[in-house]
């Protein structure tokens, strides 16, 4: 049994412009993803809970998304587009579930080229779209697979 | 068209909260001066010169005296010339690399009008 995800890279669309830390500028291609700790328990689990709601919500569709993953090869392949459309679908409050994703991120779930933990101004400095996907991706990466490893031990 | 008073402004990828019309900076393009020569007869040329000394930026605001305003500038003072600023606003978009806290601040503990001047010099604007 292969261990869980521990951490990925979120390849962005434009370039952010962060201070490096140093008193200079630069400009990250990508950012580094972390796996929630206990210390963002409380986030994680509000967005579980969101996920599972939305799950409940739309079982039609998301039995349909899973059968499309299944054909690829796993749960843990389903496109972060699809978690995401998934949950726009459902009833879920997503005003407050993307705040919650937002208040994990920047709790240091998330590393700016790998170096420096995103801050809300940074975050701030995301297109709309560039956080849906990241919203998405991170769910697929860390969220699901959790979810489908405690379903399998029950 | 409206002026700007309010514009946000980041230290090392931080928003800060500052005292309002309190911020102030220089694009950090220097002096320059022009002195007249004569040779006589009522003949005069002018001489451009650009004083290079004075090519760095100057950021200035206003904090209030809360624990975290004050916890933050003593960092940023201890960091030597490692922050880095932005201001940005509607039209507005400033960065200001290597900036050191230069002034030696005095902060006032009172409740009305208690705070403190920060004054950071560094790279000229970009």
Same mark, same amino acid.
């Given at each position: 049994?292969?261990?869980?995800k521990?951490?990925?890279e979120?390849?962005?669309?434009e ?7 140093t ?15 206990t ?6 689990i ?12 739309n ?44 208040d ?5 779930c ?21 956080t849906?996907?990241l919203?998405?991706?991170?769910? &697929? ?14 | ?6 514009p ?5 990828n931080q ?25 006589g ?25 809360i ?14 010339? &490692? ?16 900036? &050191? ?26």
């Amino acid at each position: 049994m292969s261990s869980p995800k521990k951490e990925f890279e979120f390849i962005l669309q434009e370039d952010l412009q962060y201070a490096d830390g140093t008193g200079g500028f630069a400009k990250a291609k990508k950012m580094l993803l972390r796996a929630p700790s206990t210390k963002q328990k409380k986030y994680s689990i509000k967005l579980r809970q969101g996920f599972m709601q939305a799950v409940k919500s739309n079982v039609d569709t998301f039995s349909k998304s899973k059968n499309t993953a299944k054909t690829s090869s796993s749960h843990e392949e389903m496109k972060g587009e699809e978690i995401l459309g998934l949950m726009l679908m459902s009833d879920v409050d997503m005003v407050g579930f993307c705040d919650t994703f937002k208040d994990l991120l920047i709790d240091g779930c998330c590393l700016v080229d790998g170096k420096i933990v995103l801050t809300l101004s940074l975050y701030e400095g995301l297109s709309d779209e560039e956080t849906s996907r990241l919203m998405g991706e991170y769910i &697929a990466n860390f969220l699901i697979p959790s979810l489908m490893k405690q379903q399998k031990e029950s | 068209m409206t002026a700007i008073s309010t514009p946000t402004i980041t230290i090392n990828n931080q928003v800060i909260n500052i005292l309002p019309n309190s911020c102030t900076y220089d694009e950090g393009g220097g002096e320059q001066t022009i002195r007249t020569q004569s040779a006589g007869g009522g003949i005069v040329s002018n001489i451009f010169a650009d004083n290079a000394e004075t090519k760095f930026s100057t950021v200035k605001f206003t904090m209030i005296n809360i624990p975290d305003n004050i916890a933050q500038a003593r960092i940023w003072k201890f960091n030597g010339n &490692a922050n880095a600023i932005t201001i940005t606003s509607d039209g507005l978009a400033r960065n200001f690399s290597a900036m &050191a806290l230069t002034n030696n601040y005095e902060v006032k503990l009172a409740a009305t009008d208690g705070g403190f001047e920060l004054e950071f010099k560094g790279t000229s604007a970009v």
